[in-house]
Nanobody, 115 residues
Framework: QVQLVESGGGLVQAGGSLRLSCAAS????????MAWYRQAPGKQRELVAS???????NYADSVKGRFTVSKDNAKNTVSLQMNSLKPEDTAVYYC?????????WGQGTQVTVSS
């Protein structure tokens, strides 16, 4: 059974940094694409950043220059380094992975940025 396990969320002051990590277990496949989404209260879930096996990355405009996504193909992990955090970054962050033709989601990790 495939599972995505996230870690690294928490409370931080504006301007601070956090690093989120996500590990995929239970699959013999290396995920060709992994991503981070977030959902703030009362808002739709949105793509934050994605990375494919070639290393190509994609970012939401709101996080460009502040967040960095990276993927370890051998370990099937994806990380999100978040710098210069703003209160509007407050949300539940979800890991997402394509494995064996199926999209999987993590359970989510809360990130709260205080002003």
């Amino acid at each position: 059974q495939v599972q995505l396990v996230e870690s690294g969320g928490g409370l931080v002051q504006a301007g601070g940094s956090l690093r989120l990590s996500c590990a995929a277990s239970g699959s013999m496949f290396s995920s060709p694409m992994m991503a981070w989404y977030r959902q703030a209260p009362g808002k739709q879930r949105e793509l934050v950043a994605s990375v494919v096996s070639t290393g190509h990355t994609n970012y939401a405009d709101s996080v460009k220059g502040r967040f960095t996504v990276s993927k370890d193909n051998a370990k099937n992990t994806v990380s999100l380094q978040m710098n210069s955090l703003k209160p509007e970054d407050t949300a539940v962050y979800y890991c997402n992975a394509l494995l064996g033709g199926t999209v999987y989601w993590g359970q989510g990790t809360q990130v709260t940025v205080s002003s």
